[in-house]
């Protein structure tokens, strides 16, 4: 009976153990890839990140301000600093991280920077080098160079100012030196997103260049080929930019002329323009086009530096803004636009001229301007009541 009993525990045992073998190689077998070549489905799941907004919208940040119109002032100034050449520093460094902070800063470049020249000073102007080297430190990207003062030296001085930027791997905008300078359109990509530049100018304060002039400078009258340069910047770049020297000096309301090539610019293709020239700052606003896309224009963002003498040219324009690309779709957008003041202080006599944001401006400093002696009712109330009047609320913190 013994004997009987052992065989039976032992076939319990066999059966048990072939049990556990099934299991273990079917557990196997379900475990295992299809191929050899196929993936392991568990792991890629547990690895692949998520798609995210970064991955879906492509984001860059803008800053634009308006003229660096260096006067034999703040040249002398600059040079009192330096026992060597010209020290811009204390100019601009209060408003420099607002420079440095955004992807891409732009700047219109108001006074040539000619290396073939001597610096001089209104009406014929000539920067120091120094002037251009602390743009770039502050974090300046792009300059516009197309300026009613582009050809104060001549074709050799502006073919020189061309030449000082190129050196310095600058992006600059309507001015260049031949045909095959020109079919290159200005551009960077930043974030992927990719952005053409161009630039024009009104006037030229009567000057020329030679009939056999090789240099292009880009004129507002010639519209014929700043339509074609917004259409092949189009075909090229997902953002258009463009910098108009242009308007009346000293008023506040554009001109008929600057709305009407605005709303061409527009329907042409550019997606932004940023105005310059007439020394005070002028309306922001929004032109609709045919085509549903909507360009944001500011027709002047003022003064970013100069020694001028009048309260209202005190007060210039820092624009923020930011452009973001639909990666899914190629759709761009202009969001979070804010215009800032920017505000050029000095003291008796045109002493110590610096630039300061306008919110860290205070009433202290506007009861020691210089400019006192020939606007008495500046004050900071008195900038802040021309940013109310002349920028729609839209567009202000």
Known sequence: MKKKLLVFLAFIIV????????????????RAPVNATAPDVTSVQ?????????ELFSRVSFVAVGDNLIHDTVYEQA??????????????????????????????????????????????????????????EIGF??????????????????????????????????????????ADIPMNEVNGVKIAYIGLTESTNGLKLP????????????????????????????????????????????????RQLAEKMASWGADIIIGHHPHVIQPVEYIDNADGRRTLVAYSLGNFISAQNRGPRMLGGRL?????????TGGIAIENVTFNGVVTHYGHGFSNIRVYPLEDYTEELASKHGVLSKTSAFSLQYLHDIVNEVIDKQFLK
């Not at 300059?143 to 001549?154: K, L, P, R």
């Not at 923020?320 to 899914?328: A, S």
């Open 211 to 258: 009939d056999d002039s090789e240099v292009i400078l880009v004129l507002a009258s010639e519209e014929s080929r700043i339509q074609q340069r917004i259409a092949q910047a189009k075909k090229q770049a997902d953002v258009v930019i463009v910098n108009a020297h242009w308007g009346n000096e000293y008023t506040h309301e554009p001109t008929d002329n600057q």
């Open 79 to 136: 040079q009192a600093r330096s026992s060597t050449g010209y020290d811009f520093t204390d100019a601009y460094e209060r408003i420099a991280h607002l420079i440095a902070e955004p992807d891409v800063a732009i700047l219109n470049q108001e006074t040539i920077i000619s290396t073939e020249h001597n610096v001089s000073s209104y009406p014929m102007f000539n920067s120091p080098v120094e002037v251009g080297e602390e743009m770039l």
């Open 141 to 182: 990207d792009i300059f516009n160079i197309a300026t009613n003062h582009s050809i104060d030296c001549g074709e050799k001085g502006l073919i020189s100012a061309i030449n000082y930027w190129k050196e310095k791997g600058a992006i600059t905008t309507g001015a260049y030196l031949n045909s095959d300078d020109y």
């Open 320 to 328: 923020n803004f930011e452009i973001v690309k639909n990666n899914t």
């Open 15 to 30: 059966l048990d153990i072939v049990a556990l073998g099934v299991m273990y190689f079917t557990r196997d077998i379900e």
């Open 46 to 54: 547990e690895t692949a990140p998520p798609t995210t907004q970064q």
